[in-house]
């Protein structure tokens, strides 16, 4: 068994760590480094409670291994707020009421950050084909969609970026 | 005490949920979040048969894994009397098996090691020698004469397969409306099967047990729906004294019925740091959940209704076989074994009925009562809307005219069915009607008829559904022994803050805002000053806890209940400082005021400082109060749904066009978790109509044990619900509420069910069994000369 | 849920994975998008004594059309196919495919190499390479070799035709000439599934409607991706018309060879390929006419 010295940004914080090849991304944060905001759901990368980006990328982070995030750039639902000041995302969860038990709300905002990321005005389906690697059992998704909708405009109005016709922020 | 409704401050507002604000920081404080100093992990050695005897189990290449510290197998509990437990349904069950295994995935042997990464390689490496015995899985098969006996170590008090038989209703009655019905009525009858399915919450099972060999007190961080209950039962099954148990149930990802049964985890993982007094945390994989964990459903159901040709009904007659897998576990009051299944005569106005149900083992996992049933409601009200539609449809009859025209009547509350239940209230055809105007029934009709003729389909479904909740009456609703009331503890300080405990257990459900709702309106305070706490047994007090939907009904009233308390012991106190009597003030949210004189008046906050700093000397001091409520009745919140499917003839796929839910569950404390609700329970009823099932193959391997092929739905499978609301108050409930969390899951299945059958009722279809898979209608096409590409 | 221990080896250039191949040989596995090989370690299905990351060869991810070929490096995303204005425009069954794969937050890290090479007869990219005409190309100790897709997989489910020492490292696809077009239409339980059928068709078409070239493979209907050559050969020379399509699909459903399973019984799934046949080669029709049935 091989042991690995990594070194991994997460929310803006270098943590450096020596880590067996095969603990998963998801414990090394979760035990490990006591982030515990990712959560585990499946074990078949079905569920998405696991959601985080790596390097602006929505990974499943029980499918990848610590050693892999070396060098990389993590963002977990505890760096979405910043200053205080909640993300968009997390005031329209809270806003749209997207959330009961809150079990998948983490995973599920961060699969919602980069749809929007890649997608600043997302249509109803395009929302539901973004959140369709995470399951929620509480809440049905409508509320859910709403959320996302309700972080694009404020993002969107928030960045005055000027909105032309045909422009689809592809 | 009348169901006075106060609509300020708090009730009926779409108030934001308290909660959130630490969930959508990623600061729940789930069971796997608990991290301890020491903490020890477990894992478990599981049977990948279905039925064997264990010949030998082989330890020692476990304990020389690095990290493992310990394997406890069924001898070694055995040795302290704990291999086997006691079920909710009086039945025992393994906890560690002894001599064989009952079901694939049952637990065998408990590894504890330092790390989970140890653990699981220490399972890895147990060696379980097992001889492999005749499995059975059909339970029609478990009757035989000839199956082998499942369960020989209580072969002296059940002799064969059978668990029970259970009958209630007037058999004679029934039978001869059945005779009449036989020479100049209508008889309908059909085969249901309901199929098992799992509650699957999105956060598995899973506790840190924490015993502390210097003071002898063990914690139990777990996930459990109802803490108190499990305390008591830790102590009665362990011999722990009680009060050196604390159960806590912090934040739960979810429930749904899952987390009411006591697991094998649970008491190894006690057992366990009993033994090395360190914590020690068990956590289930998903592929354990789904396998091992309390399943729900599984009911082979042969229904009959007798009727007039006018479609009036008559009689309806059930009889039901329940595969209750290898253990009674099904988590259900005592008294009712088969739950409250016999609500199936639903919302119309049966003479007579009768039921019977007999329950069998099988090589399967434990459980029956889970995924948001309301203690069997679903498998009732399913039944009952499916040969609904099946009785108009052989008429030729309209499905929602049959429902009218069957309807029990408003003026008939509170209505006392065949079946010997009291109805509290109802208006179902107010329901059905603001449906149909929603959906647009008679347009949707007129397309359909359309669009048969140029050989499309498309199809109605109706679910008019009666629900039962909020058990119950403790003279007849216990659970292991422990009536079912509720209650609520209020702590008004002394600068008019209030902090108020319950003993109900969210796991989603929202109380934290909805249960402060129930007090700021009360109080005449806003929810923002009242924070409400549940989950911790030392300082909750005692509650049967969530499921069922019965927090609202049950523990809702004891808040309300005890907030009146201390609302009457602040009237005396305003009586004292304003020099009045009692009966000379009026209340208005917030403030008692002397009659005639508005200006004089003190706030509640003024009367919290004053009741410990300026008491009436008749008083005790201080402003708490605390309630026990035994509800005399159960509530019955109801709906209609209507849904609208459109069939692939190409693929069999079945694409849910609209759907449309009105619920009525009386007095609504907050909108937007009541729609939250409604919203996640049609998820949860779409699910099994068209894709979960948890089935096993004839050896009693599990099929779908695992999240790639139990099929929960995404965003893209589940449509855009469609709420709209009645509202007709419980009468017998302080604040007029009954309850809404399994309504929908409760209602829905079978509205889409009933518009699949209706796109093809032309053809002759009467009926399809869930879950409605593309094969399943294409089949059916291809059988009709209906398919095509 | 948690893997058996192994070595890990990051390979950092296409030479450095070779020569770790040669090294290590059948104890080894490359890991790139992982997202089928990290699951089998996680159920202990599979115990590779080293895995070789191969993640940060970013020369390897490439989208670039040039000299009538279309280039897909080998560790090109499923995501950033489905993103591909290029993609979209000319190859528009490649984002069929694509964006069918698994789900969204898996597709970012899925790649298209992987896909082929782990040769899951229900992935979704064998069947669609198949209808292209494909071919891929494969480096390891001997050097570089272009393998045409229909012989790169073989009877056997999650074997192909690369040797222990190589990995892929591009896939190659004929560029669409004038009245082309192409679809994938893939029948699954849910959104993420692997398909109960899927069926990928390619037809070009000369001056006169009459097709030229016909491509058309079928997934998760045998052991091993299948390409549907009768049906294929059916159509040459014949206009693409309702009864052609239909001929077409019949012949397609008769080379399939389905097993029942949780996705349905063998009868269901071979008619499905005739299903989705029907359908694939219309919306190819429409795309090779510029008509509006199909993106």
Redesign the interface.
């Known amino acids: 068994m091989s042991k690995h010295h990594i070194s991994v940004t997460i929310n803006g914080t270098v943590y450096e760590d020596d880590v067996d090849s095969r603990t998963l991304l998801v414990h090394w944060i979760r035990d490990g480094l006591h982030l515990t905001g990712t959560h585990i759901g499946c074990d078949t990368s079905s569920c998405g409670a696991c959601t985080i980006l790596v390097d602006g990328r929505a990974t499943k982070s029980c499918t990848m291994f610590a050693v892999q995030a070396n060098g990389r750039e993590i963002m977990t639902v505890e760096g979405l707020e910043k200053d205080g000041k909640l993300h968009p995302i997390q005031e329209g969860f809270h806003q749209e009421h997207a959330l009961q038990c809150g079990y998948c709300t983490p995973g599920m905002m961060m699969a919602g950050v980069a749809l929007l990321q890649r997608n600043p005005h997302p249509s109803e389906r395009d929302i539901r084909v973004g959140i369709s690697g995470n399951l929620c059992r509480c809440t049905g998704y409508v509320n859910i969609v709403k959320a996302i909708q309700y972080a694009a405009e404020k993002m969107r109005a928030s960045e005055q970026v000027p909105v032309s016709a045909g422009e689809g922020g592809e | 005490m009348a169901s006075e409704v106060h609509t300020h401050h708090g009730l009926g507002e779409a108030y934001?949920?308290k909660?959130?604000?630490?969930?959508?920081?990623?600061?729940?404080n789930?069971v796997?979040?608990v991290?301890l100093p020491g903490m020890l992990y477990g894992d478990i050695v599981r049977s990948p048969y279905a039925h064997a005897l264990i010949k030998n189990i082989d330890t020692s290449n476990a304990l020389k894994v690095p990290g493992v510290l310990a394997v406890i197998t069924g001898k070694d509990l055995d040795a302290a009397g704990l291999a086997w437990m006691p079920t909710l349904s009086g039945d025992t069950e393994a906890v560690l098996a002894l001599d064989r295994v009952h079901y694939q995935m049952q637990e065998v042997a408990f590894v504890v090691a330092t790390s989970?990464?140890a653990a699981?390689?220490g399972v890895?490496a147990v060696e379980v020698d097992y001889e492999p015995l005749p499995v059975v899985v059909d339970p029609k098969k478990a009757l035989d004469p000839d199956a082998p006996l499942l369960r020989p170590d209580k072969k002296d008090r059940q002799p064969t397969n059978q668990i029970y038989h259970w009958e209630t209703g007037d058999r004679a009655a029934t039978d001869a409306a059945f005779a009449e019905a036989q020479a100049s009525g209508v008889i309908v009858s059909q085969d249901v099967y309901i199929p098992r399915i799992h509650p699957?919450?999105?956060?598995?099972c899973g506790c840190v047990a924490d015993y502390h060999s210097a003071t002898g007190k063990l914690t139990v961080w777990m996930t459990s729906q109802a803490p108190h209950a499990h305390r008591t039962l830790f102590a009665i099954v362990s011999g722990l004294p009680e009060h050196r148990i604390r159960i806590i149930s912090p934040?739960?990802?979810?429930g749904?019925g899952n987390k009411v049964p006591i697991y094998p985890g649970y008491v190894c993982a006690v057992v366990a740091s009993l033994k090395t007094g360190k914590p020690v945390k068990w956590i289930e994989?998903?592929?354990e959940n789904l396998a091992s964990t309390g399943f729900a459903r599984d009911y082979h159901i042969h229904a009959e209704i007798a009727a007039d040709k006018d479609g009036t009904v008559k009689a309806l007659r059930v009889h039901t076989l329940a595969d209750h897998g290898a253990f009674d576990a099904a988590a259900q009051p005592t008294k009712f074994p088969a739950g409250l299944f016999h609500i199936c005569t639903g919302s119309y106005d049966f003479k007579h009925a009768f039921v019977d149900v007999d329950a069998v083992h099988t090589n399967k996992a434990p459980g029956g009562i889970a995924y948001r049933c309301s203690f069997r409601v679903t498998e009732a009200s399913y039944l009952i809307e499916r040969m609904m539609d099946t009785l108009a449809h052989n008429l030729g009859k309209d499905p929602a005219w049959i429902r009218m025209h069957n309807f029990i009547k408003p003026e008939a509350f509170p209505y006392r069915s065949a079946l010997n239940w009291t109805y509290d209230s109802g208006n179902y055809e107010g329901a059905l009607r603001l449906a149909m105007e929603k959906i647009d029934y008679d347009a949707l009709r007129r397309e359909q008829a359309e669009k048969r003729a140029r050989g499309e389909l498309m199809g109605i479904g109706i679910s008019s559904f009666t629900e039962i909740v909020g058990a119950g009456p403790g003279k007849h609703f216990d659970i292991a022994g422990i009536q079912m009331f509720d209650s609520c503890e209020i702590r008004v300080h002394p600068t008019g803050k209030v902090l108020a405990r319950i003993g109900v257990q969210t796991?989603?459900?929202?109380h934290e805002t909805t249960f402060a709702q129930i007090i700021a309106a009360e109080l005449g305070m806003s929810p923002d000053d009242v924070d409400v706490e549940h989950g911790d047994t030392d300082t909750a007090p005692y509650g049967l806890g969530t499921y069922a939907s019965r927090s609202t009904p049950v523990a809702g009233a004891a808040t309300a209940l005890a907030a009146r308390k201390v609302r009457d012991k602040a009237k005396k106190i305003a009586a004292y400082l304003l020099e009045v009597g009692e009966d000379d003030l009026e209340w208005e949210p917030g403030r008692f005021y002397v009659k005639g004189s508005p200006g004089k008046g003190k706030t509640i906050q003024e009367l919290a400082f004053a009741a410990y700093t300026n008491c009436p000397p008749f008083l005790e001091p201080g402003l708490e109060a605390v309630n026990y409520y035994d509800p005399p009745n159960l509530t019955y919140p109801f709906g209609s749904y209507i849904c609208v499917v459109d069939i692939d003839r190409?693929?069999?796929?079945v694409h849910i066009r609209r759907f449309v839910a009105v619920d009525d569950c009386g007095t609504v404390i907050n909108p937007?978790?009541v729609?939250?609700?409604?919203?996640?329970?049609?998820?949860?009823g779409l699910a099994p109509a068209l894709?979960e099932e948890l089935s096993y193959d004839e050896n009693g391997n599990v099929?779908?044990g695992?999240?790639?092929?139990y099929?929960?739905?995404?965003?893209?499978?589940?449509p855009?619900?469609e709420l709209g609301r009645t509202v007709t108050p419980s009468p017998h409930h302080p604040i007029g509420a009954k309850g809404v969390g399994e309504s929908p899951t409760v209602g829905a299945p079978q509205a889409i069910v009933n518009a699949v059958v209706d796109a093809l009722a032309h053809v002759g279809v009467r009926h399809i069994d869930i879950p409605i898979?593309?094969?399943k209608v294409?089949?059916i096409l291809?059988e009709k000369g209906l398919?095509v590409? | 849920m948690i893997p058996g221990s192994f070595d890990y080896v990051v390979a950092n250039s296409v030479p450095e994975a070779v020569a770790l191949l040669q090294q290590h040989g059948d104890d080894a596995k490359i890991l790139a998008g992982g997202h089928s090989l990290i699951p089998l370690l996680r159920f202990r299905l599979a115990a590779p004594a080293v895995l070789i990351d191969i993640n940060r060869i970013s020369e390897l991810e490439y989208i670039q059309e040039s000299d009538g070929v279309l280039h897909i490096g080998a560790l090109t995303r499923e995501a950033a196919l489905d993103d591909s204005e290029l993609i979209g425009e000319r190859y528009p069954i490649l984002r069929d495919t694509a964006s069918g794969v698994a789900d969204p937050v898996v597709r970012n890290w899925a790649t298209v190499g992987g896909n082929l090479a782990h040769a899951d007869p229900a992935n979704d990219h064998p069947a669609t390479m198949l209808a292209l005409g494909a071919s891929v190309v494969a480096e390891g100790s001997g050097g570089r070799r272009v393998i045409p897709i229909d012989e790169f997989f073989t009877d056997a489910p999650f074997e192909t035709a690369l040797h222990a020492d190589e990995i892929l490292v591009e896939i190659r696809i004929p560029a669409p000439g004038e009245r082309s077009g192409g679809a994938y239409c893939k029948l699954e339980r849910k959104v993420g599934d692997y398909a109960i059928a899927g069926v990928a068709a390619c037809v070009t078409l000369d001056a006169n409607g009459l097709v030229t070239r016909a491509g058309i493979g079928l997934t998760n209907v045998g052991a091993h991706p299948i390409k549907a050559r009768a049906a294929e050969q059916a159509l040459i020379g014949k206009p693409l018309d309702e009864a052609n399509i239909q001929h077409a699909a019949d012949l397609a459903a008769a080379a399939a060879q389905p097993t029942s399973d949780i996705r349905g019984p063998a009868e269901y799934k071979r008619a499905m390929v005739h299903t989705l046949c029907v359908r694939a080669l219309r919306r190819a029709l429409a795309r090779a006419t510029g008509a509006t049935e199909g993106r």
Do not use: C
């Open positions: 934001k949920r909660e959130d604000a630490r969930f959508i920081r990623g600061q729940g789930y796997d979040d991290q989970r990464y699981a390689d890895a699957a919450p999105i956060e598995t934040d739960v990802g979810g749904f994989d998903r592929s796991q989603g459900q929202g190409g693929t069999g796929e937007m978790v729609e939250g609700q409604i919203h996640g329970g049609l998820t949860q894709y099929l779908g695992n999240f790639q092929d099929l929960i739905p995404t965003a893209m499978e589940t855009s619900w898979t593309p094969w294409w089949n291809k398919a590409d």
